[in-house]
T-cell receptor, first 117, second 110 residues
């Protein structure tokens, strides 16, 4: 099946610094990628939809200036958490949408654990 | 609003036991319904889906039937294996717009 990778798998940073998370579709091209956030014992919450070559669409309540998304190629989307604070500590998951004719399916990365000290 | 509610875990079963993980949804219209599985250290994988009422999705011995009258999509397996230990997520919507439940952790003991 289609494979999506994320890097890094975990990161620890100091409060006030920025962290970049990469999401790559390894064996297919994805015009659309999604970024989710998951809190312990909670469901995945969609943060934003990333579209190659255009601005991301953010869900209500998600600060676009804090969570910068760049989808510069058909195989790479990045999420940058700017001026991170402890409340940004979470599990971030990306997915890439594989589309072929009428078929479409999201394929998910393994997630990135962010801890802000 | 649209939401998905699934039974809280963790669920611990012995090998070959019968599994049911309940999932109900609220929605306007008739969304597609999905079950995803997340094995340790891996990303979510689509396990099965159903796109309309009375559809039954099945894969790897797991089944779920789209019940419009009870707005449910319960996951079942007749005989679980240790390798089925994972977190299971129910979801509704479309592949371009998924809403997930909180996930249910399943542990199967030999």
């Amino acid at each position: 099946g289609a494979v999506v990778s994320q890097h890094p798998s975990w990161v620890i940073c100091k409060s006030g610094t920025s962290v970049k998370i990469e999401c790559r579709s390894l064996d297919f091209q994805a015009t659309t990628m999604f970024w989710y956030r998951q809190f312990p014992k909670q469901s995945l919450m969609l943060m934003a939809t990333s579209n190659e070559g255009s601005k991301a669409t953010y869900e209500q309540g998600v600060e676009k200036d804090k969570f910068l998304i760049n989808h510069a190629s058909l195989t790479l989307s990045t999420l940058t958490v700017t001026s991170a604070h402890p409340e940004d500590s979470s599990f971030y998951i990306c997915s890439a949408l594989l589309t072929s004719g009428a078929y479409n399916e999201q394929f998910f990365g393994p997630g990135t654990r962010l801890t802000v000290l | 609003g649209n939401s998905v509610t699934q039974m809280e875990g963790p669920v611990t079963l012995s090998e070959e036991a019968f599994l049911t993980i309940n999932c109900t949804y609220t929605a306007t219209g008739y969304p597609s319904l999905f079950w995803y599985v997340q094995y340790p250290g891996e990303g979510l994988q689509l396990l099965l889906k159903a796109t309309k009422a009375d559809d039954k999705g099945s894969n790897k011995g797991f089944e779920a039937t789209y019940r419009k009258e009870t707005t449910s999509f319960h996951l079942e397996k007749g005989s679980v294996q240790v390798s089925d230990s994972a977190v299971y997520f129910c979801a509704r919507g479309s592949q371009g717009n998924l809403i997930f439940g909180k996930g249910t952790k399943l542990s199967v003991k030999p």
